[in-house]
């Protein structure tokens, strides 16, 4: 078939939709015109329209839109007039370009009255459920307005097809309105009552100023009014009601009195959302719109320079695996950020994917030489920044990332940790294809590091290095991998995601924060454990003591003579409540003939297995026999009992105000227990006075998260 034309400004508009249909149709020549779904003659397609016009359709159809920003928003309303019944209906919902003017058209003609632009939420419709007689069914659909469409010249289409004749049941085409205001939102500023970095941090009280926008060609907007609300429990909302100035079409408006919302002294960094509301005239027209805001200063600006990848996703989750808050900045959308900007945050990581010319731009390397010069704190990672920056910037490779680049691509996949180096020492890496990581090792740069800078890593097998170290004046850390920290896979052992970053997070000064819980391991009995194999008994309590929800792993996991960890048995959870519990008294693992003899430790840890550790708890054992004194790594034992897979959900019930409550038993006797009730984590002092003022004991000195509190005071 000759259609479609390789130029078809309405097929390569949408090829997806266009295709489907013309698939759905069987369309492989010139398309025919069909009535009632049966194929006609050009001559008999008339005498068969008359024919259908008097027969009264089985439904009654109407559209109503309105716009939210860049959307229109579409509800389709159908009321039976007869019964029609079946399951084979579908609805459609179809934007069109009402009239093109098009003299260089592909077929000739250059008049060309409502093209397919788009079709919500697919080309494959909704099923339609048909109502009873008089009743009405409704169905939503929206569609994101691309700027290029002059609004103005855009109809909205519903139709309801029976896919067996493909025969239209009622259809229903309306303008898209423009008689209302194209409110959006545009951006927002903030100021702080605390240190006025424009930031709202704990503590603080924020005044929030908020931009909006209306699209042309809708209408001004008039007697424009906002509401502000959240469902963030560390943030109050105190001003939640303001005006807006009025806002032409083409135009923007930002409020002259602040929303204002208070921060919790006790509250971490996180990202919060707001809901602003929007009602304007004309028509009381209503915008929504989520605003994602960070509270606080993150641990990580993350800079995601990989063009249109989606590698950032792999940096996401290592950070949220090791309770590490950061935000996301990505150059493709948002091009470079100031110093100013990212002066406030504790490290940078920055990657550049794919990317293998401008890896770095002139303004980027000038950010990154005075970030470090300034004592910022860099993990850089891209497998082709050596060498494109040895072609177009030598002196910034060698002076500010102190690498020289010793070959363009290594073709190897393995790396080992410089022994003694803060970050590469002890650790193994494996970025070939598999295993947790990204797959997009191709072209791995080989480097070597310029004093003072020292290497991290080395490539396997070979003279050339994969990463490098370097500590500046005052507190300037780099990190720099010349292949892609994403493509890390942790396959056979090696080390992990989670594993590498904690230690350049441990280079640049931190410490991970992970959430508390409480687990041990008690050993009961079975040690030494007989040569033949025997069971090993012991009690397990995992508690989740964080105040909120997690999503973790929980693993019992053995290493035998100092090595390697084998887990054993493991169990994932998901959205594991405040205050649940795991208290198996009296669980075994079977220990097998086969395993060699000698010292091992049982460890149950929390967290994410293998490599990232919250907490732990275990104990050692012997298993007896005559070790041959070869390598062993242990083994786990098939359908071997796991101690996990039993909660108690006893979910704390956090109080709502501070409380301090009375002693008992009476507290004239030599022992007696206090409770007091705390709504936030926070620093808590509880301590024991005489009547003359004078301090007998401190019950307690320190930070205690959210909850209901015990303390035994012996006098």
Known sequence: MSWPSSTDPFYLANTTD??????????????????DGLAASASGIYSNIVARMPIASPLWMDLIMTVNGNTLNVTMKAVSNTSIGGSSNVIHCVLLDRYSYLPSSPNGMPNHYHAMLDMAPSATGQVFQAPTVGDTVTYTASFTLNPSWELTNLDVATFVQYNPTKEILQAKCEQVPVNFPGLYYDSFTLTDNGNNDGRAEPGETASMYITLGNLEPFQPATNVVGTLSTTDPTLTITTANVSFPDILNGGTGTNTNPFIFEVSPSATPHMSSLHLHVVADPLQTVMDVDIDIFIGWPDI??????????????????????????????????????????????????????????????TEQTLVQDYISTGGKLFLSGQNIAQNLNSVAPTFLHDVLHANLTTTNTSIRLLDGIAGNPVGDGLTLNCNAGGS??????????????????NAFLYTGSAHYGGLTYEGTGDAKLVFFSFPFEAISGQNASSTREEVFQAIWEFFGNTSSYPEFVVNLTYVSGSPVPAGGGNLIFDVYVLNDSGQSQDYDAWLATEYEGGAPTTLVMRSFVNYQAGWAINRPGMFYPVPGGWAAGNYTLNARVGYEPGTVWMEDGFPFVKSGVSDGSDFVPYPVA????????????????????????????????????????????????AVYDLQGRLVQTLVDGHRNAGVHQVSFDA
């Open 437 to 454: 990581g990204s797959g997009s090792c191709t072209h791995p740069d080989g480097i070597s590091a310029i004093a003072p800078a020292e």
């Open 18 to 35: 266009n295709n489907a249909r013309r698939t759905y149709y069987g369309v492989n020549s010139t398309p025919t015109m069909k009535c």
């Open 301 to 362: 600006l993350l800079i995601d320079d990989d063009g249109t990848s989606t590698f950032q996703s792999y940096y996401i989750s290592t950070f949220q695996n090791m309770n590490l808050s950061y935000e996301h900045w990505d150059v493709n959308v948002q091009g470079t950020p100031t110093l100013d900007y990212v002066a406030g945050y504790g490290a940078m990581v920055w990657f550049t994917g794919f990317a293998s010319i401008n890896t770095l731009t002139a």
């Open 639 to 686: 359908g071997a009992p796991n101690p996990f897979d039993v909660i108690q959900t006893n979910v704390i019930d956090l109080p709502t105000e501070y409380a301090l409550h009375g002693a008992y038993p009476n507290p004239f006797n030599p022992t007696t227990n206090i409770n007091f009730d705390l709504p936030d984590a926070g620093q808590v002092k509880l």
